[in-house]
């Protein structure tokens, strides 16, 4: 049984309610963790792209990448999970791991399934609960991995217009 149900989450779905491009994060996070992330990239055989500066390039350690100094080119880890579902990963401080992906590659019960995949595993390899909120409310999450329920839960109400 899915984790979430499009019926039951739709509005969570919906990029006029949410912004096209929800905010996710994982705080309390250590250079370890990210690295943790980029494993599990390579683990999981998902397609990726790391690039400075927009250059694609080979992905480095964790480490290297945060500790490049505050004014360097900004850096991307895009993460397709799945062919047509895009995360984009920004590695600037290791406190937090945060990135976003589009809604609107995630209608349906089809993409409600992808991301409480995509979710759990990055949960699962952290240990720690990785949140959604809408694009620009930092404050207010509204789903997430939950790795005491070890799923995809609801935590709040999408806003509304």
Same mark, same amino acid.
């Given at each position: ?17 949410? &912004?096209? *491009? %929800?905010?996710?994060?994982? $705080?309390?996070?250590?250079?370890? #963790?990210?690295?943790? +992330?980029?494993?599990? @990239? ?14 694609? &390039?080979? *992905? %480095?350690?964790?480490?290297? $990448?945060?500790?490049?100094?505050? #004014?360097?080119?900004? +850096?991307?880890?895009? @993460? ?14 290791? &406190? ?66």
């Amino acid at each position: 049984m899915p984790d979430l149900l499009w019926d039951d989450v739709k509005d969570f779905f919906d990029p006029d309610l949410m &912004g096209a *491009l %929800p905010d996710v994060s994982v $705080v309390g996070t250590s250079v370890e #963790d990210w690295q943790a +992330v980029f494993d599990l @990239v390579g683990s999981k055989g998902w397609t990726w792209e790391y690039s400075v500066g927009g250059v694609a &390039g080979p *992905l %480095p350690s964790a480490a290297e $990448v945060l500790s490049r100094p505050a #004014d360097a080119e900004t +850096v991307d880890l895009r @993460v397709w999970p799945v062919p047509d579902v895009l995360a984009v990963f920004r590695p600037i401080y290791a &406190g937090e791991i945060d990135f976003d992906v589009d809604l609107r590659e995630l209608q349906g019960q089809a993409g409600v399934d992808t991301l409480c995949e995509f979710l759990c595993a990055l949960g699962r390899r952290l240990g720690k609960p990785v949140v959604i909120t809408a694009e620009g409310d930092s404050g207010n999450a509204v789903l997430g991995f939950d790795p005491v329920a070890d799923r995809v839960v609801l935590l709040g109400e999408p806003r509304r217009g």
